[in-house]
């Protein structure tokens, strides 16, 4: 047993201080990678505080964490002792932190699995088989990926799949500031763009509190939100994701334009002017309105419409504005089909 080990066990559920940066920069030359956004948190009232916002974690649950890099946060993780703790962690140079972790949890009967993975594509599902316990994601997110993460964990969410076999995974994130108020923002704010809509159809964000950036190791150029995320027990819509996905980046595409804009190019262009005012009639939607005016029901009728719309014309389901025509010159002239003179493409 490590020296480091001992003097944890004997001091009770102490774990060892974190490391200087100088201490890790020497002891495991260790230096921040730009590609990997790595941005390290050291003061630990402030990893403490994150986790806490996390909510009651019993003896029973499961936090995976996203990144734990020298284990700021796993070490305010492991004092709140959840049965078991998953961390997925890109970069192997944290290897030696992360085992002493590791080390000193495990005579607490704490169980701490280490995944040298990028958490873009872990299997949850396959590391959690079982669903009887409750599950917390919680992580300082790299910046670079943090927004296609969340929408993935959206498609989970609307799926009922990964870490959101149960509705009670509560997801404690952090984001660069920007990001953070436009997954919280209300209707009619400056920041209400699609990530508001598509966080507030499955969940429901709440900003906890703000971290400077120059709490950080080394210091980002933003200052840093942390989002507590619960998804809602009832969701607000049955629709597929990809469809609700492609829905809201129409609609937001132009966001100082009337909505019926962007919203009208999901169809093609013949026809499409009347298409979209009777697409807004039936969803009851004033067309005039802009994008960021749009309350998630609205939003949702309209994407309601649309749906009903391709199952009336399933010529219509892939229509993509912005690819090329190619019909016109594949198809000889005089040739006969009804096949749409615009290129298909698979939503997503
Ligand atoms: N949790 C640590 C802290 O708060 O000090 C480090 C946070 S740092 C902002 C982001 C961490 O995520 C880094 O350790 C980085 O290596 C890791 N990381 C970057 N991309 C990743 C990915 N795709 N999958 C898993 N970890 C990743």
């Not at 943090?146 to 995974?169: C, E, M, V």
Request: proline fraction near 7%; glycine fraction near 6%; include cysteine.
């Amino acid at each position: 047993m490590s020296q480091a080990t001992a003097r944890v066990l004997n001091s009770g559920m102490r774990l060892p201080p974190l490391p200087t940066i100088r201490e890790l920069v020497k002891l495991y030359k260790l230096q921040a990678m730009k590609q990997l956004s790595q941005n390290f948190l050291m003061d630990e009232r402030l990893t403490d505080k994150i986790v806490k916002s996390a909510g009651r974690i019993d003896p029973r649950d499961i936090v995976l964490e996203v990144g734990p890099g020298p284990g700021g946060i796993t070490r305010s993780i492991l004092r709140r002792q959840p049965q078991r703790l998953i961390l997925v962690e890109k970069d192997r140079r944290f290897g030696e932190t992360l085992q002493l972790l590791r080390e000193c949890a495990s005579p607490l009967d704490m169980q701490v699995d280490i995944y040298y993975d990028d958490i873009l594509r872990f299997n949850i599902e396959q590391h959690i088989p079982d669903i009887t316990q409750r599950i917390h994601l919680i992580g300082n997110l790299p910046f670079s990926i943090s927004t296609r993460l969340l929408i993935n964990w959206y498609a989970d969410l609307a799926a009922r799949r990964g870490a959101f076999r149960r509705n009670d995974t509560c997801m404690t994130l952090t984001f660069q500031k920007e990001v953070a108020e436009r997954i919280c923002a209300p209707v009619g704010s400056e920041q209400r763009c699609r990530l508001s809509v598509m966080s507030q159809i499955w969940t429901e964000p709440v900003m906890k509190f703000i971290i400077p950036g120059k709490a950080f190791v080394p210091k980002p150029q933003v200052d840093v939100g942390v989002v507590k995320l619960m998804p809602l027990k009832q969701p607000k819509t049955q629709l597929p994701f990809s469809l609700v996905e492609r829905v809201m980046r129409h609609i937001f595409s132009m966001r100082q334009k009337y909505c019926r804009r962007g919203y009208g190019t999901l169809l093609p262009p013949d026809g499409r002017e009347e298409a979209t005012q009777t697409l807004f009639q039936r969803a009851d939607v004033r067309d005039t309105l802009r994008s960021f005016e749009l309350s998630v029901p609205q939003c949702l009728r309209l994407a309601d419409a649309y749906a009903e719309y391709i199952k009336e014309h399933p010529e219509v389901e892939g229509y993509d504005y912005r690819g090329p025509k190619i019909q016109d010159a594949a198809t000889p002239s005089g040739d006969n089909d009804f096949t749409p003179a615009y290129n298909v493409v698979k939503c997503i």
